[in-house]
């Protein structure tokens, strides 16, 4: 299926990008519609976005202009797309010192534009002030306490600083208000087994995460059965369980989740063994109802099955 401009092309392929931006032409040559639909401006947007992620900034910059027209300068999402803009034209750390100012200067003015918040965040992160990315976002969340994404990416900033056990907390506030997004579940179950591995995790803390991460990644394939990162988290974990042999702990008075009994931990083990081979198998043959896999996922999953003897 073709890529749609009426979808955010951020986490599209390369090539799929490309598609949409090569639309540009086409949908530039002509005035917008005067009688103007929410999918009209959405194209507009997704195409600017698309357009910087493929180096095409003089079709962004088009795209720009027709959004900041109708929906004016003042525009709190026009002006974050405005300073994205800008940073894709900047070609040098002095240039995005510039932008990084301009959005102190909006923020003076006015504290609680979120976009411009976020894109300052976002433009921190990049510029390699990690520290001062998770200050802000800190700030941001105090303010909007209620906001899954913030306290998404505060987790990931905190992990990309080795911050475990504060990128769980993180990552446990987001599920307070997503309690379904298998996604997170399957985050938070990456980031518990990390914690595990980390030299500093004695017997007793690496067993609690180790616990944990195993419920994570059941709980994410148990939310959506052919999860891909959910049956390679289980893997990996119950594949350690069984060659560690971890003995099963005692059920704690505070009511934390323990390690099943081996038995349990080597059907888990089985079922995601049997689960990443059906997806590796229908995904390499291309499949219908089975394409939308990432590549490098399924390459990994195909390794591990590999390092365990497994020939898929």
């Known amino acids: 299926m073709a890529p749609s401009l009426l979808f955010n092309p951020a986490k599209l392929p390369p090539s799929e990008a490309l598609q949409l931006a090569q639309q540009a032409p086409v949908v530039l040559q002509g005035s917008p519609s005067p009688s103007e639909t929410v999918d009209q401006w959405a194209t507009y947007e997704n195409l600017l976005l698309a357009c910087l992620r493929t180096g095409d900034d003089e079709a962004a910059a088009k795209c720009m202009d027709q959004l900041e027209a109708r929906f004016g300068a003042d525009n709190e999402r026009v002006m974050a797309l405005r300073g994205l803009l800008s940073e894709a034209q900047a070609e040098n750390n002095g240039e995005l010192e510039a932008v990084l100012k301009q959005y102190d200067a909006i923020l003076e ?29 800190v700030q941001l969340l105090d303010f909007s306490p209620t906001d899954a994404e913030a306290w ?23 599920l307070l208000l997503s309690p379904n997004a298998w996604n997170i579940h399957a985050r938070l179950g ?15 803390a690496q067993q609690k995460y180790l616990a944990e991460a195993l419920k994570r990644f059941a709980r994410s394939i148990e939310l959506c059965d052919d999860y891909l990162r959910g049956y390679y988290g289980l893997k990996l974990v119950t594949t350690r369980l069984l060659k560690e042999q971890v003995k099963q702990a005692k059920q704690t008075d505070d009511g934390e989740f323990t390690l099943p009994d081996p038995k349990t931990i080597e059907r888990l083990d089985e079922l995601a063994t049997a689960k990443l081979s059906e997806i590796v ?11 939308g896999y990432d590549e490098r996922e399924v390459a990994a999953a195909r390794e591990l099955l590999s390092q365990n003897g497994i020939e898929r």
């Not at 990456?190 to 007793?204: D, I, L």
């Not at 198998?281 to 394409?291: A, F, M, N, V």
């Open 281 to 291: 198998r229908h995904s390499t043959l291309k499949d219908r109802g089975w394409r």
């Open 152 to 174: 998404s990416e505060l987790a990931d900033l905190y992990f990309t600083q080795g911050l475990y056990s504060q990128a769980i907390y993180a990552l446990e506030e987001v």
């Open 109 to 137: 003015g006015n504290n609680t534009n979120l976009p411009i918040t976020k894109r300052r965040i976002a433009l921190l992160r990049s510029m390699g002030r990690v520290s001062d990315a998770a200050s802000a976002l």
């Open 190 to 204: 990456e980031v518990q087994y990390m914690a595990a591995t980390t030299s500093g995790s004695g017997g007793g």
